[in-house]
């Protein structure tokens, strides 16, 4: 199956600087690829996704990278704030007439204020 | 607020016991997910379901089963508890199935602590 892995485990940064956070899959038919943002107690919230037809997605702040060749995708964040702390977890969907998202491990932003 | 509800919010038993976990998708979302979270294995698919049909099956113990209702709602049977299955589990909905990906919106999650 699907194996998402993501980098780094912990990510400190200044606020206002830029976070970025990578992941790989293993899986090259997979073809969606979605972040989401925990918060303590809460759960996942999508920030942004993107499919496989597209390199890159902005969304205010934050975008997203697509590699397909590598089969690696990034996300961004510009100008952090305190509120991006959190967990962020990557994850694929491979196509196989389902739509089960394999997850990263998840990674602790911590914006320093 | 994602409009996914799932309840309840907290849930203590002793191991060997059975519960039932409710989630409420969105409304008009026809799919819905359930996914456990663990601290050792992250969050890993268990079921899907579509309309009212097992549409996949990921990592799901046979101790668990789940099941979609004709008002779409599902729920989540978990027996035989054993300590390790203490975990967050978390259900999705998404609007339709399709072949290609659909967007997932996740509840806030049940916390599961066995005993």
């Known amino acids: 199956g699907e194996n998402v892995e993501q980098h780094p485990s912990t990510l400190s940064v200044q606020e206002g600087d830029s976070a970025v956070i990578k992941c790989t899959y293993s899986?090259?038919?997979?073809?969606?690829f979605p972040w989401y943002k925990q918060e303590l107690g809460k759960g996942p919230q999508l920030i942004i996704d993107?499919?496989?037809?597209?390199g890159e997605k902005k969304d205010q702040r934050i975008a997203v990278t697509l590699n397909k060749t590598a089969k690696h995708f990034s996300l961004h964040i510009t100008e952090t704030q305190p509120e991006d702390s959190a967990v962020y977890f990557c994850?694929?969907?491979?196509?196989?007439?389902?739509?089960?998202?394999?997850f990263g491990k998840g990674n602790q932003v911590v914006v320093i204020p | 607020d994602s409009g996914v509800t799932q309840t309840p919010k907290h849930l203590i038993t002793a191991t060997g016991q059975r519960v039932t976990l409710r989630c409420s998708p969105r409304?008009?979302?026809?799919?819905v997910y359930w996914y456990q979270q663990s601290l050792d294995q992250g969050l890993q698919f268990l079921i899907q379901?579509?309309?009212?049909?097992?549409?996949a099956k990921g990592n799901i113990l046979e101790r668990f089963s789940a099941q979609q209702f004709p008002d779409l709602h599902s729920e989540l049977n978990l027996s035989s508890l054993e300590l390790g299955d203490s975990a967050l589990y978390f259900c999705?909905?998404?609007?339709?199935?399709?072949?290609?990906?659909?967007?997932?919106?996740f509840g806030p999650g049940t916390r599961l602590t066995v005993l």
């Open positions: 999705a909905s998404s609007p339709r199935r399709t072949s290609a990906a659909d967007t997932q919106y």
């Open positions: 899986d090259s038919a997979s073809n969606y």
């Open positions: 993107i499919r496989s037809n597209v």
């Open positions: 994850a694929a969907s491979p196509v196989y007439g389902n739509n089960r998202l394999a």
């Open positions: 409304s008009g979302d026809l799919s």
């Open positions: 379901y579509y309309n009212g049909e097992e549409r």
